[in-house]
Each structure stands twice: as C-alpha cells, then as structure tokens.
Nanobody, 119 residues
Framework: QVQLVESGGGLVQPGGSLRLSCAASGIIFSIYAMGWYRQAPGKQRELVALISSGGLTSHTDSVKGRFTISRDNAKNTVYLQMHSLKPEDTAVYYC?????????????WGQGTQVTVSS
C-alpha cells in the first residue's frame, strides 16, 4: 500500500518560514520524481516545485528564491523549505510521486497539509 504523508503545515505570519515534509512508503522512493503542489480556495491545483530521481529541481516562478525542494532517499522523504512566506502562499499543499516506465505511469498523492499565512 502506497502512502504519502505530509506534515509541517500550520499558521505563520507573513515573512515567516515553514518546512513541509512528505514521508513515502510502499514505493521505491529513489526512482520516483517528487513534487509539491498547492491549491488555494477557489483555484486550481498548481505545481510549486519538482525534484527528479536524480536530484534536479525546478520551482515555479512565484516561489523562486523563497522555496526550496529537496529529498533524502535514505529517509524516503521529500521536503519543501519555505521562507519569506506571503498571504498568497496560503493553500493546501500536496505531495506527489510519479514514475514513468513507458507506457505505464505510476502516480500517487498525499492527503495535503494546510499552510496559512496571516497576521
């Protein structure tokens, strides 16, 4: 049974920091690309950051310089370090795992963790 369990969300003031974690089980973590997505109320889910199985990263423009995705394959965990948080970062943050072995694609989602940025 595959599980992705996020943690680390909460309420933080503007300018503050949080670190999200996503612990994976039931998959060969090291071969999966991992991502963080977020969904704000009334908006579509959007990609925040990706990290490949090899450690290559990408971040959406709105978080570049503020958020950093990383992974620890020994702990089967992906992280999202968030600094200089803004009210517009408020959303439910979801962890995603994806592996493609053409023509098959394997994709899993966590349950989400709420991040609220407010004074």
């Amino acid at each position: 049974q595959v599980q992705l369990v996020e943690s680390g969300g909460g309420l933080v003031q503007p300018g503050g920091s949080l670190r999200l974690s996503c612990a994976a089980s039931g998959i060969i973590f090291s071969i999966y690309a991992m991502g963080w997505y977020r969904q704000a109320p009334g908006k579509q889910r959007e990609l925040v950051a990706l990290i490949s199985s090899g450690g290559l990263t990408s971040h959406t423009d709105s978080v570049k310089g503020r958020f950093t995705i990383s992974r620890d394959n020994a702990k089967n965990t992906v992280y999202l370090q968030m600094h200089s948080l803004k009210p517009e970062d408020t959303a439910v943050y979801y962890c995603n795992a994806r592996f493609t072995n053409y023509p098959h694609e394997y994709e899993y989602w966590g349950q989400g963790t709420q991040v609220t940025v407010s004074s």
